[in-house]
């Protein structure tokens, strides 16, 4: 498959949306979530006027179709604006998602690195995931360590690598 990968607009919001229903982790046999959920305000942060100051993501297009599959974005929540992932007000947090029918190519990857070797992948980066989400082995692969844990959940975080120039 060919895969495009390009810088995530403003107009994506509707996009992102979708994206972050799709980032909601469900163990298998669980019924799906109400799309609604995603309006509630401590999900509604992560995608909610995107394009602000130090929004940052990509997606990835099916090139065959043109159908966009999957997306990964930073968005620094502070104050009362905080995050599942909240660390400091300083490290941004990882949203990505991808269409069930499309996981497990490697796309997920490829985003992941796209947007390390960008300019806004170079700060340090935290995330929460689920303790169950298969996920949890691919953020391990890119230097994203355990920094605490419950029952449910992980907050993990990446910290700054510096690109080495020649």
């Known amino acids: 498959m060919a895969w495009i990968i390009r810088a995530l607009k403003e107009e994506d919001e509707a ?4 994206m972050l229903y799709q980032a909601l982790y469900l163990p298998e046999g669980q019924a799906p979530l109400s799309r609604e959920v995603i309006h509630l305000p401590e ?3 992560y995608v909610q006027d995107w394009g602000s100051d130090g929004d940052c993501g990509f997606m990835v297009i099916d090139s065959l179709t043109g159908k966009p599959v999957g997306a990964v974005w930073l968005r620094l929540l502070t104050g009362n ?4 992932g909240y660390i400091d007000d300083y490290t941004p947090e990882l949203g990505i998602a991808i269409f069930p029918e499309y996981r497990g190519q490697g796309i997920g990857t490829r985003l992941l690195t796209h947007l390390v070797e960008s300019p806004c992948g170079q ?4 995330l929460s995931v689920s303790i169950d989400n298969p996920a949890v082995r691919l953020y391990e692969r890119f230097g994203f360590n355990v920094i605490s844990r419950s029952d449910e959940s992980l907050l993990m975080k990446r910290d700054c690598k510096i690109l080495k120039s020649n």
């Open 15 to 18: 996009f992102l949306w979708e």
């Open 123 to 126: 700060s340090p980066i935290s």
């Open 81 to 84: 604006n905080k995050g599942y």
């Open 43 to 45: 999900l509604a942060r």
